[in-house]
């Protein structure tokens, strides 16, 4: 069973900076592409920022310039720096990897996991 556990999500200031943490469990051998997405009250989920295994990178043009996606692979983890924080960045952000190979001893792949979401509110 593969999951993906988020972390560091919380309240900040309007110009702040928060750093999201997603950490990916199960006997992981490989991840194709770890991503970002945000959902706000009332609006579809969205794309926010995606890294490929091989570290390139795609940015929802709403955050170019303010966030930054990163990954370990030797951690199975994939990070989100935030800065310049506006209110309109206030949603549920998920963590998604759109394919994982993992399994002991017997590898198998896993398509679209999703974490369980973390809160970010950026407000005065």
């Known amino acids: 069973q593969v999951q993906l556990v988020e972390s560091g999500g919380g309240l900040v200031q309007p110009g702040g900076s928060l750093r999201l943490s997603c950490a990916a469990s199960g006997s992981i051998f490989s991840i194709n592409v770890m991503g970002w997405y945000r959902q706000a009250p009332g609006k579809q989920r969205e794309l926010v920022a995606a890294i490929a295994s091989g570290g390139s990178t795609n940015y929802a043009d709403s955050v170019k310039g303010r966030f930054t996606i990163s990954r370990d692979n030797a951690k199975n983890t994939v990070y989100l720096q935030m800065n310049v924080l506006k209110p309109e960045d206030t949603a549920v952000y998920y963590c998604?990897?759109?394919?994982?190979?993992?399994?002991?001893?017997?590898?198998?792949?896993?398509?679209?996991?999703w974490g369980q979401g973390t809160l970010v509110t950026v407000s005065s």
């Open positions: 998604n990897a759109d394919s994982v190979v993992a399994g002991n001893p017997q590898l198998r792949t896993y398509l679209d996991i």
